[in-house]
């Protein structure tokens, strides 16, 4: 079966513009988390949604928002980018949460200049 | 709030040999999940091994195996015959139950000589 897929694979912004992307999940899961990942903070949790509701929320600030639509595809979009958004952001899906394994995407590398 | 601790940032391993990568992590709940995930330098992230909190017996996936100790709030990996695939980043990581969040720790970096 098809994994999860991520586009773009790299995206290059400057600072102020916004952004999104785009995670679809496995077949069948409803539930698709976000990581954004960097060297210097590691994995840092973004926020979760389960058939179209954002059940939990990481600290981040507000503009950082995502969504999720009833085919259980995900985005998530960063408005005003600063340089500090420069990362890997990663997409998990699983079942039903992440308690039986994510499976994750191979990420979007946003470089923000 | 919990939180997962991997002490050795970097470990090295001959060919064919046996590892172990430490985690702990801090929590109140007495239900929870535990994860192991690799990382290879492609970057996509691959599930492990998945060891249930109540669960006494230690999850085993060929290869890797995981030490579980619940009072000590320790979760070790183990990986026989270790082999150059195996070069990654590892990560521990966290879930309770009654959350929906996976609390990743800072990633062990694995290199296999050989």
């Known amino acids: 079966k098809a994994g999860v897929t991520q586009t773009p694979r790299y995206l290059i912004k400057t600072r102020g513009q916004q952004v999104t992307l785009s995670c679809s999940p496995i077949?069948?899961?409803?539930?698709v988390s976000w990581y954004q990942q960097t060297p210097g903070q590691g994995l840092q949790f973004l926020f979760e949604y389960f058939s179209e509701t954002q059940r939990n929320k990481g600290n981040f600030p507000g503009r950082f928002s995502g969504r999720q639509f009833s085919n259980s595809r995900s985005e998530m979009n960063v408005s005003t980018l600063e340089l500090g958004d420069s990362a890997l952001y990663l997409c998990?899906?699983?079942?039903?949460?992440?308690?039986?394994?994510?499976?994750f995407g191979s990420g979007t590398r946003l470089t923000v200049v | 709030a919990q939180t997962v601790t991997q002490s050795q940032p970097e470990m090295s391993v001959q060919e064919a040999e046996t590892v172990t990568l430490s985690c702990t992590y801090d929590t109140s709940e007495s239900d929870y999940y535990l994860f192991w995930y690799k990382q290879p330098p492609s970057r996509q992230m691959i599930l492990v091994i998945r060891q249930e909190a109540y669960k006494q017996q230690n999850a085993t996936e060929n290869r890797f195996s995981v030490n579980f100790q619940k009072a000590a709030k320790s979760f070790s990996l183990k990986i026989s015959d270790s082999q150059l695939g195996d070069a990654a980043m590892y990560f521990c990581?966290?879930?309770?139950?009654?959350?929906?969040?996976?609390?990743f720790g800072p990633g062990t970096s694995l290199s296999v000589i050989p």
């Open positions: 998990a899906s699983s079942l039903e949460g992440g308690t039986d394994g994510y499976t």
């Open positions: 990581a966290y879930e309770e139950t009654s959350y929906d969040k996976v609390i």
């Open positions: 077949s069948g899961h409803r539930s």
